[in-house]
């Protein structure tokens, strides 16, 4: 298939209750399917080898729009092109937007934080709102008349500012991000406080992050909040969770890319095996690895990396998935904190033979036991391509230490556990390690790293009054660590726009909605950046 044939793809659901596949733009529009299973794609594209290759000598946002293509969806070729050109422009700092870079021999470093936001969430949350009011105008153009949308975020940091960033001044949607007030780090707080753009809200929360988003879900889950949205602002509620097919989608598109980029390089010749490892919490960012192998990347071993919240490592070892008896745990790399992995869904359904009745039986399993088994032969497939470990707090600073020591690279607390794992379950092929966020989005535990400090002590008197980015411009002179990203450093000039703060329950959840709505005209009439 050529890149101009307008051949449009569909959408199923994993657990086989939305009878009709619905096309991409439906399929994001809605998010996720009624009866909760999620949206794949009916048919996967293949690439061949020259194409994957060939795709290295075109810019990211000409390699994105020729997969979307690929993916069939259903818009014009032109139009994908274009909303491609903005998502992946000069809002990112490197011009190859995910970078591969040699950090030791055989191991190579897909960065994936040069975005706004410095964090890998940029990746998949700069595309999905272009989409996403482009799906809505098309859905306009084609006679239905889908009303506009509020999107409310319960976020513990990193996907609010992402959120915020990538809906920021879109059209026909306004955002609300809610984090728990005092939860969240100096560079967090600092970086939602500060979001520019008319359509977004941000507000603190008295109470812990499940606090947030159990308020958040009551509220979506209040009907007569809902109709009070709908008559009175014409508004619908929405979630960008990573659960939608518009957050996956744009994560396939690295992998081809990284590999195109390492043949270029000279670290590969065409057809060369590649493992990949990946510091995973929902994921999403490990499947869509699992979907790019499929697509024809010559990606072979597909490491799991847990923190010590190691459910998917235990996952992938047995068979069982089991949160009966498991506590969560507070780790340095909070964004992979999580009992129940949502996109796992999705890679079941694939690997046991797109069987709608057992995502149902499983899914039952987990929400009534807090566990499920699969059965041999999902398993089986599952080994074909996983193998999982898992990293503790300490030992995920230590090898922050040890890769800065050796070989002059500062990595996140995230990323630093998919190098250790990737260390141990490696064998001769080279490995491309997936890094998830720049080091100085979690200054203080990088900081305790360098110093050899534990994960969970206080920061020494001397640094421990300074604002997180005054920490990190200390960080940068003192062990020589490069520049901190401008929209980093410069966090403390910016004047901050949000600092309302409310309590837990879903009413006053909904109460700074409708407070936030009086204090502005919803987006409909504004442009698009
Ligand atoms: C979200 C996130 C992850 C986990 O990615 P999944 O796709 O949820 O597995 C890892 N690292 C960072 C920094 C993240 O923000």
């Known amino acids: 298939m050529t890149t101009n044939t307008a051949y449009i793809n569909r959408y199923l659901d994993t657990r086989g209750l939305c009878l ?21 794609p009916q048919v996967l594209p293949r690439f061949s080898l020259d194409e994957i290759v060939a795709l290295g000598s075109l810019p990211y946002a000409q390699q994105a729009a020729c997969v979307y293509q690929r993916f069939g969806v259903d818009l014009p070729v032109q139009k994908t092109a274009q909303l491609m050109a903005l998502a992946y422009g000069d809002n990112f700092d490197s011009p190859a937007v995910a970078p591969v870079v040699e950090v030791a021999p055989g191991t190579h470093v897909l960065e994936l934080w040069h975005g706004p ?73 600092k970086q939602m406080a500060t979001q520019r753009g008319a359509n977004v809200g941000v507000y603190g929360v008295r109470g812990n992050f499940d606090n947030c988003q159990t308020a958040v879900k009551g509220a979506f889950g209040d009907a007569a909040f809902n109709e009070q949205l709908a008559a009175q602002h014409k508004l619908a509620l929405s979630s960008a969770n990573s659960i939608n097919w518009g957050r996956l989608l744009p994560q396939i598109v690295y992998y081809l890319s990284a590999y195109a980029q390492m043949v270029a390089q000279g670290s590969l010749v065409a057809g ?47 068979g069982t998935y089991d949160i009966s008896n498991r506590a969560f745990v507070l780790t340095p790399s909070p964004s992979m904190d999580i009992l129940v992995s949502s996109n796992l869904e999705r890679q079941l359904f694939e690997l046991s033979g797109r069987d709608p009745a057992a995502i149902r039986a499983w899914m039952q399993d987990l929400s009534t036991h807090r566990r499920f088994a699969v059965d041999r032969q999902t398993f089986a497939r599952l080994r074909e391509h996983f193998s999982a470990d898992a990293v503790t707090n300490d030992e995920s600073l230590a090898t922050i230490k040890e890769v800065h020591d050796h070989h002059g690279y500062l990595l996140d607390p995230h990323t630093a556990v998919a190098w250790k794992v990737a260390e141990r379950l490696r064998q001769s092929n080279p490995v491309l390690v997936v890094s998830t966020a720049h080091w100085a989005k979690f200054g203080g535990d990088v900081y305790r790293a360098l110093k050899g400090l534990p994960a969970a002590s206080a920061l020494p008197p001397a640094v421990a009054t300074l604002s997180g980015t005054e920490l990190n411009a200390h960080i940068a002179e003192k062990f020589a660590a490069g520049a901190v990203p401008t929209r980093l450093a410069e966090l403390d000039t910016l004047p901050l726009r949000f600092s309302a703060v409310c309590n837990s329950t879903y009413t006053d959840i909904e109460t700074a909605v409708n407070e936030w709505l009086q204090g502005h005209t919803t987006n409909t009439s504004l442009k698009r950046r």
């Open 272 to 318: 060369d095996p590649l493992d990949v490892c990946v510091p995973t919490g929902n994921f999403g960012n490990i499947l869509a690895a699992w979907y790019a192998k499929q697509l024809g990347v010559p990606l072979d071993r597909l490491f799991c990396a847990s923190n010590e919240n190691r459910v998917l490592t235990d996952f992938i070892n047995t």
């Open 20 to 40: 009709e596949p619905l096309t991409f733009t439906r399929a994001i529009v809605k998010g996720i399917a009624p009866g909760g299973g999620l949206f794949v």
């Open 117 to 189: 936001t410095s964090a890998f969430k940029d990746m998949a949350l700069q595309c999905l709102p272009v989409f996403f009011s482009a799906a809505i105008e098309q859905l306009r153009a084609q006679g239905e008349a889908p009303e506009d949308f509020l999107i409310l975020v319960a976020t513990s940091g990193d996907t609010g500012k992402a959120a915020l960033e990538g809906f920021a001044d879109r059209a026909h949607v306004n955002i609300i991000v809610y984090y728990p007030h005092g939860g969240v780090s100096d560079i967090q707080f």
